[in-house]
């Protein structure tokens, strides 16, 4: 007899992309930032790791969250901070679902939001996409109404798609919470950072961020969660003691701080971005406009496994994904990490020689 719940024993867990532990890869399958983080991140942590590690961090984070909302314009109580955009995704199930709610969410996107709902044991709805990335409104709307918590990730993973505000204040479920995650807003082409929060329906919406992407901090764990500070207080309570660390705090207050370094690495990003979709297109890919920092590309005659197959034989990792039970039932593509110019270079080139 087993000793786990039994919703656990039968979930098979979300799977995080390939790490492989030698140097020589080529690493365009977790959507890291290629480019460095901001000099100020080294230098916060070496200061920090002077101070007096022995005592526990500000349980608020309150100079992180002074400093995330200035970003948003809001005042610090809109802001909470968590150990990675995860753990802010795990907060949100915990603090608004019953096990006899629904959590819904955009398909295909990150399916972390279906093992979310598995631990937690409540119902989870596949909100199905138009082939073409769009939302069928007529078609969700009955599915919504059921709905207590909706995650849209905007832009999406794996489309790179961007939704505009009227499509998505349309979504907010009548009786529940809808969630942004916004893990790639600032690879957008244009910024606006939480104006959807100030609408008529802003006190049901809860945007979520990292600094793992635009910020080059993947491997310090941080993120944070903007909303109307009642939801915000009420999602603290469910949130650990001290869920984010001394060292981290530092680092991504002064990430932060130098909005000018960041946003040069996005730019960079972007324009690569253009010159890899090209690229594929005349190899013969079909690649979706993207608004992130990767892209989503399917081939019409040649399988996306083996594919990614060959390309791991010559040390250049991007991810396959397959997602059951779509509109047109199972979608298969490559999304593939903006890299340095020199990265995506020596992609194309191998790709030319598979194809």
């Known amino acids: 007899m087993s000793l786990f719940r039994p919703n656990i024993d039968k979930m098979q867990g979300y799977v995080p992309g390939e790490q492989p532990r030698e140097k020589d890869w080529i690493k365009l399958n977790t959507n890291e930032n290629p480019y460095s983080h901001s000099p100020r991140v080294a230098e916060a942590i070496e200061k920090a790791a002077r101070s007096r590690l ?19 314009n809001v005042d610090p109580d809109w802001i ?3 150990n990675g955009s995860d753990e802010n995704l795990t907060i949100l199930v915990r603090s608004f679902v ?4 629904v959590i819904s969410y955009a398909y295909p996107s990150y399916v972390l939001y279906e093992s979310l709902a598995e631990i937690q044991g409540c119902e989870c709805q596949r909100l199905l996409l138009n082939s073409d990335w769009s939302w069928d409104l007529d078609r969700v709307r009955p599915e ?8 849209v990730p905007n832009p999406n993973s794996p489309s790179g798609t961007l939704w505009d505000d009227a499509t998505l204040t349309s979504l907010i479920p009548p009786n529940g919470i809808m969630v942004l995650d916004e893990a790639y807003g600032d690879f957008r082409s244009m910024r606006d950072k939480g104006g ?3 609408g008529e329906h802003g006190s049901r919406i809860v945007i979520t961020r990292t600094l793992s992407k635009s910020y080059s901090l993947a491997g310090i764990r941080f993120g944070f969660a903007v909303a109307h500070p009642d939801l915000i207080a009420g999602m603290r309570k469910v949130k650990d003691s001290y869920n984010c660390n001394t060292l981290s705090i530092a680092a991504a207050t002064a990430a932060l701080m130098d909005q000018e370094w960041m946003l040069k690495n996005v730019k960079q990003i972007q324009l690569t971005r253009e010159r890899l979709t090209l690229a ?15 892209v989503w590309a399917t081939h019409p005659d040649r399988n996306h496994e083996e594919l990614y197959q060959e390309l791991k034989a010559r040390r250049i990792l991007v991810r396959y994904m397959k997602f059951p039970g779509t509109i047109t039932g199972l979608l298969t593509g490559l999304r593939i990490t903006v890299g340095t110019d020199a990265e995506i270079d020596t992609f194309l080139e191998k790709l030319k020689e598979i194809l």
């Open 54 to 72: 022995n005592i526990y961090p500000d349980p608020l984070v309150r100079a992180f969250s002074e400093e995330a909302a200035k970003q948003f």
């Open 80 to 82: 909470l901070p968590a």
């Open 98 to 101: 019953d096990t006899n709610e």
């Open 144 to 151: 919504i109404e059921r709905t207590k918590l909706l995650f």
């Open 196 to 198: 959807i929060l100030k």
């Open 280 to 294: 594929l297109r005349l190899l013969g890919f079909e690649v979706q406009d993207s608004e992130t920092n990767f």
